[in-house]
């Protein structure tokens, strides 16, 4: 049974405006179209959303969903591909949260530099001003 774009972001998760983007993009084909114009979509459709959503709630990018929907719907696909597409993307997130953890703990040591009273000095302020500045 064809269903409404509200009916589709209602199962799928995914709002109205994000399942037009996801067809202007191409992640999801165009749905079949009322003679008014209303969209409908079928249960594969829904099931792709579905599967949009999921490796959007990963953090994965519009493009690297673009490929695991290739590979989903290849029935040739090697396992392989899909191992390495998301190592890759593990290796991504573990160079980011590295990142993420230098960041903190350079603003943990701010934090025990600045004194929090109510003087005007302050170590915070210090490390973000302007080099020029005295």
């Known amino acids: 049974m064809n269903k409404t774009i509200g009916q589709a972001a209602e199962e799928s998760g995914i709002s109205r405006k994000m399942i037009r983007y996801y067809e202007e993009t191409g ?6 179209r009322s003679e008014s114009g209303y969209r409908y979509y079928d249960e594969p459709a829904i099931r792709r959303l579905q599967f949009i959503r999921r490796a959007r709630d990963m953090g994965f990018s519009l493009e690297r969903i673009s490929q695991l929907l290739g590979l989903w719907q290849n029935e040739q696909r090697h396992s392989a591909d899909v191992k390495a597409l998301v190592e890759q993307y593990i290796a991504e997130l573990d160079e980011t949260i590295r990142q993420m953890q230098a960041m903190r703990d350079e603003l943990y040591d ?3 530099h600045c004194h929090g009273d109510d003087q005007p000095e302050c170590a915070i302020i210090d490390h973000l001003k302007p080099a020029t500045e005295n």
């Open 27 to 32: 992640l999801l084909p165009p749905a079949r």
């Open 110 to 112: 701010w934090v025990d």
